[in-house]
């Protein structure tokens, strides 16, 4: 396959076919590469963001996400996954619990959007409040289930194990996260709608 390296939006079909096959390192180049070609794009850098964090490269995404955030308080994705990894990153140098749990309160309390709020369990479990972060993540998982949204149960009990054995996580994200498996606005758009 050739890819177009003056076309970024090719680069970015590209870029989500390898988050989704395993090639985040890859999937991160073409991201920088699209990034370069379409400014400050919040797309991009979230993207970006997101190769790091499957390539396990936490300090990178956050790198990339606190100019994001510093400058578009109100992107509510940045925002949420900037608090995941400084709530969860395996490297303590890369963690910041008091500033998750700022982060993550705050735009709790704004959206009551469930995906922040197992973010807010996380944070709460860094700054040693287990049991909130417990009775957060059950009271999410009722949410989820209330709404009928897809949810990866096995990593939200396996997190809630956690908070009820007094223990933070360190696994920000399922491996089924949609926000690891991307898929461009036009593939959406193809795929076959589900038979009612």
């Given at each position: 396959?050739?890819l177009?390296?003056?076309?970024?939006q090719?680069?970015v079909y590209f870029?989500?076919?390898?988050?989704?096959?395993?090639?985040p390192?890859k999937?991160a180049?073409?991201y920088?590469?699209?990034?370069?070609?379409?400014?400050?794009?919040?797309?991009?850098?979230?993207?970006?963001?997101m190769?790091?964090i499957k390539?396990?490269?936490?300090?990178?995404?956050?790198?990339?996400?606190?100019?994001?955030v510093?400058?578009?308080?109100?992107d509510?994705?940045?925002t949420?996954?900037?608090?995941?990894?400084?709530a969860?990153?395996?490297d303590a140098?890369t963690?910041?619990?008091?500033?998750?749990?700022?982060?993550?309160?705050?735009?709790?309390?704004?959206t009551r959007?469930?995906d922040?709020g197992q973010?807010y369990?996380m944070?709460l479990?860094?700054?040693?409040?287990f049991?909130?972060?417990?009775?957060?993540?059950?009271e999410?998982?009722?949410?989820?289930?209330h709404?009928?949204?897809p949810?990866d149960k096995?990593?939200?009990?396996?997190?809630?194990?956690?908070?009820?054995?007094?223990?933070?996580?360190?696994?920000?994200?399922s491996?089924?996260?949609?926000a690891m498996?991307p898929?461009s606005?036009?593939?959406?758009?193809a795929?076959?709608k589900?038979a009612s």
């Amino acid at each position: 396959m050739k890819l177009d390296p003056q076309n970024a939006q090719t680069l970015v079909y590209f870029a989500d076919l390898l988050m989704r096959t395993g090639g985040p390192e890859k999937a991160a180049e073409l991201y920088r590469e699209a990034l370069a070609r379409s400014g400050n794009s919040p797309r991009m850098q979230l993207s970006l963001a997101m190769a790091y964090i499957k390539a396990k490269r936490y300090a990178d995404a956050r790198k990339i996400l606190e100019p994001v955030v510093a400058a578009r308080a109100a992107d509510t994705d940045a925002t949420n996954a900037l608090a995941r990894i400084l709530a969860t990153a395996p490297d303590a140098s890369t963690r910041d619990g008091a500033r998750a749990l700022q982060l993550a309160q705050t735009l709790f309390q704004t959206t009551r959007n469930p995906d922040v709020g197992q973010t807010y369990a996380m944070a709460l479990a860094e700054a040693g409040k287990f049991a909130e972060a417990a009775t957060l993540q059950k009271e999410t998982m009722i949410v989820y289930e209330h709404m009928k949204a897809p949810m990866d149960k096995e990593f939200m009990v396996r997190n809630l194990e956690r908070y009820q054995k007094q223990q933070a996580t360190r696994e920000g994200w399922s491996a089924n996260d949609p926000a690891m498996e991307p898929r461009s606005p036009a593939v959406q758009l193809a795929k076959p709608k589900a038979a009612s």
